[in-house]
């Protein structure tokens, strides 16, 4: 099939959960014979990465503009081409999953979580985050939903059943080869902390509540944003030396630290699958997460879930015994090997392109 991903920053991933995403599909897409588009805001030094094709087109950097733009001025340009399907991302692109489809391309609208949540946006922006969910529901040939809470949202809200496909992650650590210790850091001394810096991701919270837990480990919060500046100045604001803010880190480096901290806290609010848990749980670690519907249906009994009690479970995850914390993440390793591989979320969007370029095979 011919097939283009529009919505993201393009790939290869260096940003965020939608990026990873686009790059471990497309190019597992790509492996398998389809001829695979990715449309891109940031520039890669080649018009080809792993077998994918990459277009880059311009975008209005705003923080508020810069999704939406890019996506139509994308979406116009494949006007003028032909793909068998179209896989959009973000649920504030569904208005642009109707044009492919007015010209026979079918469209399929990953919507991610209930977006209108999110502290960073304005109401305009929430407004709009509300329209497309009831655009997506009627633009779109098929929504995907990456949570089964997300799907229960969709059918309970508008009455849309959507297609339930996760978000993947490999399983196993890597070796550690020194990028961890460049960091000041000794492996398995450290707790570890990874999302973009925004209000409702709580890295202010984690670095706050750390401070008062006893222990010589480290914190160590990984992000950025590119709208944020003002709270992450408020997240940086810290004297205590067990703290390390080293920014974004992708690649290898992020692999290692994921596979050798102690401990590791997702704290996120809103969303659906949140990459970095799974992440993290398919690196073996023991995980404390934010007690949200979406993080505890990935956690199962393989994690630990935390409310108004993050100083009392990360005290008791650093005090808690080697041999019991490897018992955790082995725990979590066997379940995202279990559910979460990219090679059973790539056949099953594979699939779902499939019955929608070809709904007679």
């Given amino acids: 099939m011919r097939i283009a991903l529009l919505g993201t920053r393009g790939i290869p991933a260096n940003y965020g959960g939608f990026e990873t995403f686009a790059e471990e599909i497309s190019v597992r897409l790509a492996e398998r014979g389809h001829a695979v588009t990715v449309y891109c805001r940031e520039r890669y030094r080649e018009q080809v990465y792993r077998g994918v094709r990459l277009r880059y087109l311009p975008t209005i950097r705003h923080k508020y503009l810069d999704t939406v733009a890019h996506t139509a001025i994308s979406t116009v340009d494949l006007l003028f081409r032909r793909f068998d399907a179209v896989l959009y991302c973000n649920a504030a692109n569904a208005i642009f999953t109707l044009w492919p489809r007015l010209l026979g391309m079918p469209t399929a609208l990953n919507v991610d979580g209930v977006e209108r949540r999110r502290k960073k946006w304005n109401q305009l922006a929430k407004n709009w985050y509300l329209i497309s969910e009831w655009m997506a529901t009627w633009c779109c040939s098929a929504i995907v939903t990456d949570?089964?809470?997300?799907?229960?949202?969709?059918?309970?809200?508008?009455?849309?059943?959507?297609?339930?496909?996760?978000?993947?992650?490999?399983?196993?650590?890597?070796?550690?080869?020194?990028?961890?210790?460049?960091?000041?850091?000794?492996?398995?001394?450290?707790?570890?902390?990874?999302?973009?810096?925004?209000?409702?991701?709580?890295?202010?919270?984690?670095?706050?509540?750390?401070?008062?837990?006893?222990?010589?480990?480290?914190?160590?919060?990984?992000?950025?944003?590119?709208?944020?500046?003002?709270?992450?100045?408020?997240?940086?604001?810290?004297?205590?030396?067990?703290?390390?803010?080293?920014?974004?880190?992708?690649?290898?480096?992020?692999?290692?630290?994921?596979?050798?901290?102690?401990?590791?806290?997702?704290?996120?609010?809103?969303?659906?699958?949140?990459?970095?848990?799974?992440?993290?749980?398919?690196?073996?670690?023991?995980?404390?997460?934010?007690?949200?519907?979406?993080?505890?249906?990935?956690?199962?009994?393989?994690?630990?879930?935390?409310?108004?009690?993050?100083?009392?479970?990360?005290?008791?995850?650093?005090?808690?015994?080697?041999?019991?914390?490897?018992?955790?993440?082995?725990?979590?390793?066997?379940?995202?090997?279990?559910?979460?591989?990219?090679?059973?979320?790539?056949?099953?969007?594979?699939?779902?392109?499939?019955?929608l370029a070809l709904p007679n095979d």
């Fill in 147 to 355: 949570a089964e809470a997300i799907r229960k949202y969709y059918l309970d809200r508008y009455g849309k059943e959507s297609t339930f496909i996760p978000y993947g992650a490999e399983a196993g650590k890597v070796p550690e080869s020194g990028e961890i210790r460049a960091l000041g850091l000794e492996p398995g001394k450290y707790v570890l902390y990874v999302s973009r810096m925004e209000p409702e991701n709580n890295a202010l919270l984690v670095r706050q509540v750390f401070e008062q837990v006893r222990t010589d480990y480290k914190l160590v919060l990984v992000g950025d944003a590119p709208y944020a500046a003002d709270y992450i100045r408020q997240v940086k604001d810290t004297r205590d030396p067990r703290v390390i803010m080293p920014g974004a880190i992708y690649g290898e480096g992020y692999r290692q630290l994921q596979s050798h901290c102690a401990i590791y806290v997702q704290a996120t609010e809103v969303g659906g699958t949140h990459p970095a848990l799974i992440e993290a749980m398919g690196r073996g670690a023991l995980v404390l997460y934010l007690n949200t519907p979406e993080s505890a249906e990935v956690a199962g009994d393989a994690a630990v879930p935390f409310e108004n009690d993050l100083r009392e479970k990360l005290q008791w995850a650093v005090d808690l015994c080697e041999a019991e914390r490897v018992a955790w993440g082995a725990r979590a390793m066997q379940r995202i090997e279990k559910l979460y591989s990219w090679n059973a979320v790539t056949d099953a969007y594979e699939a779902l392109l499939r019955r």
